[in-house]
Nanobody, 121 residues
Framework: QVQLVESGGGLVQAGGSLRLSCAASGRTLTIAWFRQAPGKEREFVAGISWSGISPYYIDSVKGRFTISRDNAKNTVALQMNSLKPEDTAVYYC?????????????????WGQGTQVTVSS
């Protein structure tokens, strides 16, 4: 398993932007961002494979969030624009040894500790 460390969360007003970063201790094939709001289940947000081709997003963040990776540095970023109060959650970075982006929690082998994102209205 690789170790994952997230950073970049915080408090922002609706319409604002935040950039989350995930640093991995080693090479990972597929990395995804999940989020969990209070009282809700953890949900997949976006994922990217090693090649970076065709990242996948859930519908509610398409056009607002962008996932990218730097394989030389073993980092993945999630740029979040036009944030909404409903984006408020703890955001987790997750990695899997498999080569494809999948949306199920159980498909990922390593998880970060999470970073809080709060969007005020």
């Amino acid at each position: 398993q690789v170790q994952l460390v997230e950073s970049g969360g915080g408090l922002v007003q609706a319409g604002g932007s935040l950039r989350l970063s995930c640093a991995a201790s080693g090479r990972t094939l597929t990395i995804a961002w999940f989020r969990q709001a209070p009282g809700k289940e953890r949900e997949f947000v976006a994922g990217i494979s090693w090649s970076g081709i065709s990242p996948y997003y859930i519908d509610s963040v398409k056009g607002r969030f962008t996932i990218s990776r730097d394989n030389a540095k073993n980092t993945v970023a999630l740029q979040m624009n036009s944030l909404k109060p409903e984006d408020t959650a703890v955001y987790y970075c997750a990695a899997r040894r498999g080569s494809g982006v999948v949306t199920g929690n159980g498909e990922y082998d390593s998880w970060g500790q999470g970073t809080q994102v709060t969007v005020s209205s």
